[in-house]
């Protein structure tokens, strides 16, 4: 059983940056692929970014691919999304979730266990 704890949201400028961690306890953390999800108020939870447990494929959405940029530290059993050039649009509240699965990594099916996310909001 592998438990997740998001930490670095807050409230940026629009243009700002930010570091999300994701932290991991309970299970060995290097064999799990890791993907960020978002939720915006009124809309479903979609896919932002994805890494491989051994960190060679990087995945991204469309309209976060350039500015947002995912990467892990197994000695740390932490994945991070570094975002920058933040825009309104990127508000939402944003989840780790961890699975042990290597392909199909963007639907949210694909994931067993999540966090309990993290707000980030950005103003204009």
């Known amino acids: 059983q592998v438990q997740l704890v998001e930490s670095g949201g807050g409230l940026v400028q629009a243009g700002g940056s930010l570091r999300l961690s994701c932290a991991a306890s309970?299970?060995?953390?290097?064999?799990?692929?890791v993907g960020w999800f978002r939720q915006a108020p009124g809309k479903e939870r979609e896919f932002a970014a994805a890494i491989r447990w051994s960190g060679g494929a990087l995945i991204y959405t469309g309209s976060v691919k350039g500015r947002f940029t995912i990467s892990r530290d197994n000695a740390k059993n932490t994945v991070f999304l570094q975002m920058d050039s933040l825009k309104p649009e990127d508000t939402a509240v944003y989840y780790c979730?961890?699975?042990?699965?290597?392909?199909?990594?963007?639907?949210?099916?694909?994931?067993?266990?999540w966090g309990q996310g993290t707000q980030v909001t950005v103003s204009s």
């Open positions: 979730a961890a699975t042990r699965a290597t392909t199909n990594l963007i639907p949210r099916s694909s994931y067993n266990y």
């Open positions: 309970g299970g060995t953390f290097s064999t799990y692929s």
